[in-house]
């Protein structure tokens, strides 16, 4: 699965962003999606899609802010960020896999497949 991330650039501190994960060569409900950000040398997991998309999960550090939804027309996955903070900057990434359904963790070498990251920058 090719992924294409858009959507990241500078916004202020209590702003918002939407984000964009554009796939091809599958279809999103053939995979878990995760969504994963990098501030410094981790890969962190935030937020998934279960396989078949049927079940969302969020971790604590974005739960009430941050809402992944989905176009099957488009193939697409958005992730829509909220009440941003400064330390949500970082380059974010969408991850696929097929290998597991559930959201249980957030382990990056679970996922397959990865695109290309896009910067997002909270600062006033």
């Known amino acids: 699965l090719q992924l294409v991330e858009s959507g990241g650039g500078l916004v202020q501190p209590g702003g918002s962003l939407r984000l964009s994960c554009a796939a091809s060569?599958?279809?999103?409900?053939?995979?878990?999606i995760g969504w994963f950000r990098q501030a410094a040398n981790e890969r962190d997991g935030f937020s998934c899609f279960s396989k078949g998309g049927s079940i969302t999960d969020y971790a604590d550090s974005v739960k009430g802010r941050f809402t992944i939804s989905r176009d099957h027309a488009t193939n697409t996955v958005y992730l829509q960020m909220n009440s941003l903070k400064p330390e949500d900057t970082a380059v974010y990434y969408c991850?696929?896999?097929?290998?597991?359904?559930?959201?249980?963790?957030?382990?990056?070498?679970?996922?397959?497949?990865w695109g290309q990251g896009t910067q997002v920058l909270v600062s006033s």
């Open positions: 060569g599958g279809t999103l409900d053939s995979y878990r």
């Open positions: 991850a696929a896999t097929t290998a597991y359904y559930y959201c249980s963790r957030y382990d990056p070498y679970e996922y397959n497949d």
